[in-house]
Nanobody, 111 residues
Framework: QVQLVESGGGLVQAGGSLRLACAASGRSFSDTNMAWYRQAPGKAREFVAISGYLGTTLYLNAVKGRFTVSRDNSTNTLYLQMNNLKPKDTAMYCC?????WGQGTQITDST
C-alpha cells in the first residue's frame, strides 16, 4: 500500500520561501513519476510540477522560475522548493504518486 506524507507548509510572507517534502512509502518509486498539485479555496485542483523518473521536470507556467521540483530516490522523497512566494500561491499542496494522494500541507500568505 502506497502512503504519502507531506510536510513543510506554513505561514509565509510574500517574497518568502518554503520547501515542501513528500515522503512516500510502500514500494520503490525510482521508476515512477511524482507530482505536486495544489487546491486553493473555492478553486479546482491544479497541477504544479512533476518529477519524471527519467529526470524530466515540468511546471505550471505560473510557478516557472520560482519553484523547483526534485526527488531523492534513496529516501523515496519528493521535494518542492518554493521561492518568491506570492499570495496566489496560497493553497493546500498535495503530492500524487501512482494516483495515490497524501493529506496535503497548507501554504498560507501572511502578508
Amino acid at each position: 500500500q502506497v502512503q504519502l506524507v507531506e510536510s513543510g507548509g506554513g505561514l509565509v510572507q510574500a517574497g518568502g520561501s518554503l520547501r515542501l517534502a513528500c515522503a512516500a512509502s510502500g514500494r520503490s518509486f525510482s521508476d515512477t513519476n511524482m507530482a505536486w498539485y495544489r487546491q486553493a479555496p473555492g478553486k479546482a485542483r491544479e497541477f504544479v510540477a512533476i518529477s519524471g523518473y527519467l529526470g524530466t521536470t515540468l511546471y505550471l507556467n505560473a510557478v516557472k522560475g520560482r519553484f523547483t521540483v526534485s526527488r531523492d530516490n534513496s529516501t523515496n522523497t519528493l521535494y518542492l522548493q518554493m521561492n518568491n512566494l506570492k499570495p496566489k500561491d496560497t493553497a493546500m499542496y498535495c503530492c500524487d504518486v501512482l494516483e495515490f494522494w497524501g493529506q496535503g500541507t497548507q501554504i498560507t500568505d501572511s502578508t
